[in-house]
């Protein structure tokens, strides 16, 4: 169970982009997210008229390392810390450290 999901708001810790904030929409395998608008590069396209792919520069999303972004919390707005704690029912739920605000509600 990881503790940064797909769709989850994230905030850029260090790097170029520090300090924006981004949605997942990718998690990869080897722990890094893909974060829109985070980490953006310019791909050179080859036209292709057959697929109807236009050519030109284009803006990519590239993954970014886990370690260097923290899960957004929107009643503190800041980035917080995460941990796993089990809840009254006895479901495992993630929380904030900071606040111990559950963050799946």
Known sequence: MNKIRKGDEV??????????????????ADGRLVVEGIN???KH???NPQAGVEGGIKPIDMPIE??????F???????ERV???MDD???????FKGSGDVVDI
């Open 40 to 42: 953006v590069a310019k």
């Open 83 to 85: 941990g796993f704690r």
């Open 73 to 79: 919390n929107p009643k503190t707005k800041q980035g």
């Open 45 to 47: 396209v080859k036209p």
């Open 11 to 28: 905030i850029v810790r260090t790097g170029k982009d520090k300090g924006r904030r981004g949605t997942v929409l990718q998690v990869t």
């Open 89 to 95: 029912d006895g479901n495992k739920v993630r929380y």
């Open 66 to 71: 886990v370690s260097n972004v923290m899960l």
